[in-house]
């Protein structure tokens, strides 16, 4: 294998066979392929794109290049959801112990990554005590026992996706839907699962700003799953306005926690999408017959209470402390600003727009999020939020609370005036439209 | 400058301006700027191209990396020639002596390159004794004495270019005119000259295949040049069968050498493009009314012996030995096989073809070239050629001389299979098109 003439076919437009990739990403893997030849090839990929052979190709290189976990010893089906991201998207927290406790097992990986607010491991980790970094072993048993675990990427997950990721990050080769696909799939076909359903977020405050991008990178991905031999549904969600009240790490934690005790006021669009994506995991893993089925029986477990209990018991594995979780909220030792209505709300009295991305910099304006990878994130950063588009609202009134550790507090006037501005306010009720915008399976789009 | 952003604009296809361009390849050259960052970089460049504006402006900063030559305080004219090289290319070796004989200042700084053949400097050092690497005090001192030099970049000569060369050719980045173009010229204008000469080959022996990308590299490098100040013409010149009857390192000194004796037969061509560039040079340097009235005065120099005087000087001031040069031919301690023509002439008659390419490699396969780098080139190894397109021929009569240091004797077989099938034979005798194709200055082609 001569890495430069595997770029030079992709310069030109030429398709790459499954064993030219495979060559090419395991000897990137061992840095036997250097950097720069690398971001070439990846930039001939972003410009002449891959087709669906070689994504799929690429993909089961990177989840190949180092441990595939085996379950198969585990009892029941295996199955796991990703979300593309979005501002306030903390359904993960409640999805999980949700799915858990109707009975199939959930082997969560997550990534830290860049972005306005952590992961959802840096969520979980604003849990005092509780720790992600188990070992096979322990992720094993922990499945086994309670059957559900979160934790981080290991080293032995898909090596190549850590490299590529960092080397795509500087080297503007990060927006090419076949790369964004395969780096996401390959962490997840690592995990040893059954079946996967996907959260692909579409909007201002998503990856994907443009519904057509949303759908490619949804079929994209599915395209991967099915060639894996791995049932995987993708539901379309937008993402304009933050989904639910609060952006931030300790604050999703806390907002999760009281979905969870099923005390949903003003959480209605991240229990939708939270109950949709639960009934498609549970009619994957044939918890369910059907997805509507799956959904019901999502959201009798949160009313009986089994999801939270789940989620205890996960926390309680994995060394947190359940009794910080009781009273969930502000936590004592963080710093708090409410930001108030401004007079001009005196002739609108509704809230109009808000715009997720800008609150999305406003959580990273105060620590709750990575501009680089060596950044840590303030666990007690973020934003709660007491109005949302199409409430009433009237000058000095709580708009939000800005939260931060005590020592973050400098940080509040700038987040003060970039919340703000992510506002904005009318005098008549806005539309809004549905936060569930399509499903695609089995090739096919639900509503086209 | 962020070099991710700038990377992001050229992969958009949105133009750079001046001041990025400068400071990409100012940090490139202070390695501020990773190697995974620049071929990102380039391979954006050779898919989205380059505009006239950045061309020019990523010229001019590569020519600004390192020490740009100040020849004003010399007296005359200096113009150069730059030729995109060829298979039996041995035009400069004639060209700077007749030029530099007829009144202009030859002040020529060669590479070495990757190549069939080794480059013009290769050739120069297979004169024994003769050293290419002067200081810039030595060479401008030569210059003033004798108004011709010959020698090889020095680190300090836009050292941007020797990196991206490097990079280039290991991340598939080559295939680029702008990047093509840049090249060249950034090394040519950093001389310190008044005017430039180019030799833009085409056909299969040349490295632009095709006479659109020819004529548009001949463009380019031209706009560059006039763009910077220094007036250039391009010679397009075709490039599909070996220039004169030898290809290597000294096989073609000798040939030259006999050329600056006026002994040409067989060397029509060499002598043609010879002298039509020794006339353009000429009239740039103002030593000539016109290019006509140059190559008139070109001529004139070749037959007074006076051009091969000013040779001798040159290798002489250099340290060559001038003694080696009185009879040109094969050197005492070369190796030497015959190789001859096949029974199946019988039934031609004529050479119909002789391929440059094939010819190229068959040079390269008996030690004449470089693959890498690092390669070290046989200074005797070459192909001395008895028959060309269009001459006669008989079963048994020799073809080719193939040359080689007496160790280099192992190599014979694997050439003679392919210097045969080079040649290809007929009943007719083949048409041969012009050498020179079409004159670009002034932004105008002459035959169009």
């Known amino acids: 294998m001569d890495p430069t003439d595997l770029i030079a076919q ?32 990846l930039m001939a990929t972003v410009l002449n794109g891959l087709n669906e052979d070689e994504t799929a190709a690429l993909t089961d290189a990177m989840t190949r290049s180092g441990d595939v976990l085996d379950l198969s010893d585990l009892p029941g089906a295996h199955v796991d959801k990703h979300s593309t991201g979005g501002v306030g998207d903390k359904v993960s927290l ?25 992961g959802t491991l840096d969520k979980l980790e604003s849990i005092p005590g509780l720790r992600t970094d188990l070992s096979v072993e322990q992720y ?30 500087v080297t503007a080769t990060v927006e090419s839907i076949p790369l964004i696909a395969s780096s996401i799939m390959s962490k ?63 604050p999703e934690v806390a907002e999760s926690v009281r979905g969870l005790q099923d005390d949903t006021e003003g959480l209605d669009d991240v229990m939708d999408v939270t109950l949709a994506l639960a009934g498609e995991m549970l009619a994957l893993a044939g918890a369910a017959d059907t997805p509507e089925d799956g959904r019901r029986q999502a959201a009798d477990a949160v009313r009986s209470g089994a999801a939270f209990e789940k989620f205890l ?8 402390a359940p009794s910080t979780l009781e009273t969930p909220g502000a936590r004592e030792d963080a710093a708090v600003r409410t930001v108030r ?35 840590d ?51 008549e009720e806005p539309a809004r439209p549905p936060l569930l ?12």
Chains 1, 2 share one sequence.
């Not at 048993?141 to 990050?169: C, F, H, N, S």
């Not at 018991?313 to 947190?320: F, L, P």
């Open 10 to 41: 992709k310069r030109d437009g030429r398709p790459l066979d499954a064993g030219a990739l495979r060559a090419l990403v395991d000897a990137y893997t061992r840095n036997d392929v250097p950097d720069y030849q690398m971001s070439a090839f």
């Open 313 to 320: 018991e996960m926390v309680e594995a994995q060394g947190g």
């Open 188 to 250: 997840k076909l690592a995990e040893g699962i059954d079946a996967l359903v996907l959260d692909v977020k579409c909007g201002r405050g998503a990856f994907m700003k443009t519904e057509p991008r949303a759908r490619r990178l949804a079929e994209t991905l599915v395209s991967i799953g099915e060639r894996a031999g791995t049932p995987t549904v993708a539901l379309l969600t937008r993402m304009d306005v933050p989904l639910g009240r609060t952006a931030g790490n300790w």
């Open 140 to 169: 094993k048993r922990q499945l086994a026992e309670i059957g559900l675990v979160m934790i981080g990427q290991t080293d032995e997950i898909a090596p190549a996706d850590r490299k590529l990721y960092a080397l795509r990050d």
């Open 437 to 448: 915008m399509d499903r695609y399976a089995d090739g096919a789009w639900q509503a086209e």
């Open 377 to 427: 994130v303030d666990p007690l950063a973020g934003i709660v939020l007491h109005k949302k588009p199409g409430e009433r609202v009237a000058p000095g009134q709580p708009l939000a609370d800005l939260h931060a550790q005590s020592s973050g507090n400098s940080r509040f006037d700038e987040a003060e005036r970039r919340l703000l501005d992510a506002f904005s306010f009318a005098g």
């Open 94 to 118: 409640l999805l999980a112990p949700i799915v858990a406790s109707c009975g199939a097992t959930v082997p969560m990986i997550s990534g830290r990554g860049l972005g306005h607010t952590g």
């Open 341 to 375: 209505a401004p007079g001009t709300t005196a002739d609108a009295g509704f809230v109009a727009d808000l715009d997720a991305l800008a609150v999305g910099r406003t959580a990273l304006a105060l620590g709750a999020g990575r501009r680089e990878m060596a950044d």
